[in-house]
T-cell receptor, first 114, second 109 residues
Framework: DAGVIQSPRHEVTEMGQEVTLRCKPI?????LFWYRQTMMRGLELLIY????????DSGMPEDRFSAKMPNASFSTLKIQPSEPRDSAVYFC????????????FGSGTRLTVV | DAKTTQPPSMDCAEGRAANLPCNHS???????VYWYRQIHSQGPQYIIH???NNETNEMASLIITEDRKSSTLILPHATLRDTAVYYC??????????FGTGTRLQVFP
């Protein structure tokens, strides 16, 4: 099992550009979560999906942020237009729905907007 | 908002037990307590979780008080590799994990 796979690992972009972060969940995991981590705000839950359906997007900071999960094996988090304050590490996590197990996080994407 | 309170930092000597406390006085009867840790800039790693009973796995033990208002994560023999930020989380609803600020554990030689 390769775990939760996020790409790219690092992204540097100019302010105003569109940024797309990608996540491949563990096969069979039906819940997917996007988190953002900064020094100032810690780990924040942005949005989560259950069975490919967005359940709670109350953590999405602005309309510039959008997330999709077109199928059970792929999700994207898009920022357009990007701003320097969006610089952070973005984590994707997935869960099987079985309470005996914890959530599995990916290695994250470090985004720098200059 | 996070529903837990943890000390911001703790130290532990290598080889000794590390006991990390967590207060969750507003926990509801069906809410689980989860523990995660984050080593440097890696993604958070699941450690253990429990509801009422004490739990143990290959990584740690979780002791939950009878009134469920607090818990303690125990790393029985801390190593330098256990240096990390440890998060105590009360699971909100059926899915969401809301992280607080955690405890930064420093294990020293």
């Amino acid at each position: 099992d390769a775990g939760v796979i996020q790409s790219p690992r690092h992204e540097v972009t100019e302010m105003g550009q569109e940024v797309t972060l990608r996540c491949k969940p563990i096969s069979g995991h039906n819940s997917l979560f996007w988190y953002r981590q900064t020094m100032m705000r810690g780990l924040e839950l942005l949005i989560y999906f259950n069975n490919n359906v967005p359940i709670d997007d109350s953590g999405m900071p602005e309309d510039r942020f959008s997330a999709k999960m077109p199928n059970a094996s792929f999700s994207t988090l898009k920022i357009q237009p990007s701003e320097p304050r969006d610089s952070a590490v973005y984590f994707c996590a997935t869960h099987s729905g079985v309470r005996a197990y914890g959530y599995t996080f990916g290695s994250g994407t470090r985004l720098t907007v200059v | 908002d996070a529903k837990t309170t943890q000390p911001p930092s703790m130290d532990c000597a290598e080889g000794r037990a590390a006991n990390l406390p967590c207060n969750h006085s507003t926990i509801s009867g069906n809410e689980y307590v989860y523990w995660y840790r984050q080593i440097h800039s890696q993604g958070p790693q699941y450690i253990i979780h429990g509801l009422k009973n004490n739990e143990t796995n290959e990584m740690a033990s979780l002791i939950i008080t009878e009134d469920r208002k607090s818990s303690t994560l125990i790393l029985p023999h801390a190593t330098l590799r256990d240096t990390a930020v440890y998060y105590c989380i009360v699971r909100v609803g059926t899915d969401k994990l809301i992280f607080g600020t955690g405890t930064r554990l420093q294990v020293f030689p």
